[in-house]
């Protein structure tokens, strides 16, 4: 295959560089803005992907990200390829404090208290994926099926997650678009100015070998 890797990387590589990658995440920030100006799209409609991309990591759809971002740019009518480039807001590094924001306005708006009486945060994350194998399971088993811990996974972690991350979502992703969008729009006269300024030098320089 053209596109293969010549050397495959092994596990814990893999693992490191999600969450550090190569060259670091200043220098994947870099290139992820380099991308964003050089899109062939006006300001306007990329700033409304990016706003689409930031907001979509306060849901918790993980793993549909970059669906979730494309269909929000769509209804908006921004630039999908800016959306899901800005899924990259939510990374190992920032979704500890986007998850933190999230549960905690979504508990506060539900009106939700922790009384600890289903374990922690990481105990209902591995009862639901437990519910998830055994009942996957017992369709081939014929054994009987019990939805209790994803139910209670539901209510007090995903619901209060996707409600609590709406405010602050909106918020931070408004932010990112009104700074985006008048540094994509200078960005993009200076690129015109540059490109007219240079075929203006072809021109004349075109115009003095006609006139040897």
Same mark, same amino acid.
């Given at each position: 295959m053209v596109f293969?890797?010549?050397?495959?990387?092994?596990?814990?590589?893999?693992v490191l560089e999600f969450f550090w990658p190569r060259g670091g995440w200043g220098r994947a920030a870099r290139y992820v803005k380099h991308r964003l100006h050089r899109l062939p799209d006006p300001p306007h409609r990329i700033a409304r992907g990016i706003f689409a991309g930031v907001f979509t990591t306060f849901t918790p759809f993980y793993g549909l990200h970059f669906l979730t971002a494309a269909l929000i740019s769509w209804a908006m009518r921004g630039n999908f390829l800016a959306a899901i480039l800005s899924t990259f807001f939510g990374n190992p590094?920032?979704?500890?404090? %986007? &998850?933190?924001?999230?549960?905690?306005?979504? @508990?506060w708006l539900l009106g939700l208290e922790n009384t600890g009486e289903h374990g922690g945060l990481a105990h209902k994350f591995v009862k639901a994926g437990e519910d998830l194998w055994d009942n996957l399971v017992a369709l081939?088993?014929?054994?009987?099926?019990?939805?209790?811990?994803?139910?209670?996974?539901?209510?007090?972690?995903?619901?209060?997650?996707? %409600? &609590?991350?709406?405010?602050?979502?909106?918020? @931070?992703?408004?932010?990112?678009?009104?700074?985006?969008?008048?540094?994509?729009?200078?960005?993009?006269?200076?690129?015109?100015?540059?490109?007219?300024?240079?075929?203006?030098?072809?021109?004349?320089?075109?115009?003095?070998?006609?006139?040897?």
């Open positions: 293969k890797r010549r050397d495959r990387r092994p596990i814990w590589k893999i590094l920032t979704y500890v404090p %986007i &998850g933190v924001a999230s549960m905690t306005t979504g @508990t081939f088993n014929g054994s009987d099926v019990d939805w209790t811990d994803l139910l209670i996974f539901y209510d007090e972690v995903f619901y209060p997650y996707m %409600i &609590g991350g709406i405010i602050p979502g909106l918020i @931070t992703a408004t932010v990112c678009y009104y700074i985006s969008l008048p540094l994509i729009t200078a960005y993009q006269n200076r690129r015109k100015g540059a490109l007219k300024a240079r075929l203006a030098a072809l021109r004349k320089k075109k115009a003095d070998n006609s006139a040897k």
